[in-house]
Every structure is written in C-alpha cells, then in structure tokens.
C-alpha cells in the first residue's frame, strides 16, 4: 500500500528530529510492506529564508493532495523581531487554516520508567494518562480585530477571543469521542466567570452533552485547571479547551511527563472515529530550540509518537502505531535516555542514537 506523505522539516532542532521520525517510519514500511512516498516542503523561518514567506502556496498545495503532514518546528531568535512583518509562527498558524485543522490532540501519558525522572512526586504522576482536546483555528490567534497602532498617548494593541456556535461544537464533540473511547470522562476547560466566550462555550458543551449519556461531564476554569494539573493530574481524562488556554496547559502538562520531547501531537481535519481514515499534520509539542541545533542533543521521541500517531488517525494503520509505541517502551525500559530526561544509572544518548535504537526495535 501506498501512502502520499509531506515532510516540512521547518527550523532549530527540527530537520535533526524529523530525520528520526522518517527513519522509523520508513523501517515500518519495510516490515509491514507500505511504500511511503515522501514530498518535502519549507515552513517557517527556512522558508522566509528562501522564500520570502512562512508558507508559499506551494506548499499549501503540497500539503493539501496528500494523505498526512509530518512537521518539525518553527521559529528561532534570527526571526523573533517585533516589528518584522512576516514570523516564522505565521506559516504555521496558515497551515492549520487552510488544510482546516481545528482540532489538536496532545496525549500525556507518563511512562513508568520515568516517574522518577520529573521535577514531581512519583506518587503524583504514576499513571497519569490524559488527552487535551484543543481548538486549534479559532480563538485570540486568529479573530479579528487583531491589530497594533500609534495614538497620541502612546501605542496600543488588541487581539480578539471570538468564537461561533458551530467551531464550539464540532470542537467540543472530539472531546466527546474521544472520552467515550476512553474512562468516559470530560473535563471542558474555559473562563465563564470572565469572558463571554467562554460563557457561549460551556452552553454550547451542555447542549452537547445529552447526546454523549455515557460520559460524565464536568467544567473547570482555566485557573483552577492548572492548579489541578500539578495537584492532582490523574482526575483528568480527556480536556477540551479554546486555543490559547489549551496552547498553556499543554505546556504545563508536558511536565507531567519530563519533557516535552516525550510528547506528540496530532492537528486534525475532522473528528476521529475508530476505522476512519481523518487528515492531519503531525508534530512534536516542543519549539525549534534553537540552542541544541545541530548539537545531536534533541529528543526524537516526541515525533517519532506522532508517526505512531499519524499512522493510527491519519493512514488506518493501529498495527504499525503499536510497533512504534511499543518500541519506545522497551528503549526505555533498557535505560537509554536523551539528556532531557537522563537519570542516574542510565545510558545518555544522542538525537541520531536513540533514532536509531527505536527503529532497530520496529524492524524486529
């Protein structure tokens, strides 16, 4: 079988990482018989670079004719100027638009080899297992008015929270779906003693709600949601917030597992249901970190998951997501580690050596 994929290996630590993730994934197609053509493309600062723009049509084009998006990361001090007109993070917001990705999910499950290898009591952390449903195409990084101008007393600036009816619900029936797959527990996150976005949300998640009887729901403010995530994060299942709540708490989340180099991501175009093949743009949660470029440092866990990813949502192919996943397993369980999350008595290796280990195991 033969699947069309985009490779946009972007900036930082980005091309080191994607190179992983390619490797594993080209040893699961020599195991399980899948031909994966891949198309590469420019995103980001690479492409202002080359370019002149964040995302060139053409890549947009690329993107949009084939069956799934393997990202790197973005950005990088070289292009961080407040007052330069194009940003590495505009490719990637645009891409999210225009391939219609409103729906991020971000897994955080924490491994049990690593519950002493985090800033929290092991006691904690042991068995947290949760998914954040974030929205991903709406919210304060895409409404308008978003702008920034000069008055006689100074500059100013405003972003816009806005939401609709439609981008709340489809957002929010994800969070059904996949709850009900789950522990059948839903956690919807926002701010409705504040903003009236917010308020328009939690209604529109309770008229939601009879449809899904099997699930319980409950409602959280953003605040007292990241309170909960270092107190108590195995309350959680699956969480459904806006865009830039859900951008946070992922953040902070991803400390729940050591690292964010321990974390995928998934961006999808519809909702996913067991044997539906949904689009999607797959990525590690962390930056470009611009620093360990080039250094052999970065830990190519995270989007060698979101192959793994990529594979169960996007291509119809559990299987081969579950040889990737139970690769990463027995890696770590044999005590290799990143320097991200080394511990004492471990093997330290580099981005390149654990790649390397993970597709070894894939290939049997």
Not at 108 to 126: A, C, F, G, Q
Not at 187 to 205: F, G, H, I, Y
Not at 218 to 234: E, F, G, K, W, Y
Request: charged share 25%; proline share 5%; glycine share 10%.
């Amino acid at each position: 079988m033969q699947f069309e994929l985009v490779v946009l290996p972007g900036d930082g630590v980005g091309p080191e990482v994607a190179t992983e993730g390619v490797k594993v994934l080209e040893v699961v197609g020599k195991r399980f018989g899948h031909r994966f053509k891949l198309h590469y493309g420019l995103v980001g600062g690479i492409a202002i670079d080359k370019e002149g723009t964040a995302l060139s049509d053409n890549t947009v084009r690329m993107c949009q004719d084939a069956d799934a998006v393997l990202l790197g990361a973005v950005g990088g001090p070289k292009w961080d100027d407040p007052l330069a007109k194009v940003h590495p993070e505009d490719g990637l917001l645009a891409l999210r638009k225009e391939l219609g990705l409103f729906a991020n999910l971000r897994p955080v499950k924490v491994s049990p080899v690593l519950v002493d290898s985090t800033n929290l009591k092991p006691e904690v952390i042991r068995g947290v297992d949760l998914v954040f449903v974030r929205e991903l195409t709406g919210g304060l990084y895409f409404a308008r008015p978003k702008r920034r101008w000069q008055t006689s007393r100074g500059r100013r600036a405003t972003d816009s929270m806005t939401y609709s009816e439609h981008e709340i619900e489809r957002i929010v029936r994800v969070g059904f779906e996949l709850a009900r797959s789950r522990r059948q527990k839903l956690t919807s996150v926002d701010k409705a003693n504040v903003l009236e976005s917010s308020r328009l949300w939690r209604q529109v998640t309770m008229e939601v709600a009879p449809q899904y009887p099997e699930v319980e729901l409950d409602h959280m403010l953003v605040d007292a949601c990241s309170m909960r995530l270092i107190q108590n994060p195995t309350y959680f299942d699956v969480l459904v917030t806006e865009n830039m709540f859900g951008d946070i708490l992922t953040d902070e989340a991803s400390m729940l597992a050591g690292s964010m180099g321990m974390l995928p991501s998934a961006s999808l175009a519809g909702v996913p249901r067991e044997g539906v093949k949904t689009f999607g743009m797959y990525e590690p949660i962390h930056g470009s970190a611009p620093r360990r470029a080039g250094l052999n440092m970065a830990n190519p866990i995270a989007i060698i998951l979101s192959v793994a990813t990529m594979l169960r949502y996007s291509l119809g192919l559990p299987a081969e997501a579950q040889a990737i996943e139970a690769a990463v397993d027995d890696v770590l369980q044999e005590g290799y580690r990143t320097y991200d999350i080394m511990d004492e008595g471990k093997t330290k290796v580099g981005t390149k050596e654990m790649g390397d280990l993970i597709a070894k195991k894939v290939g049997g």
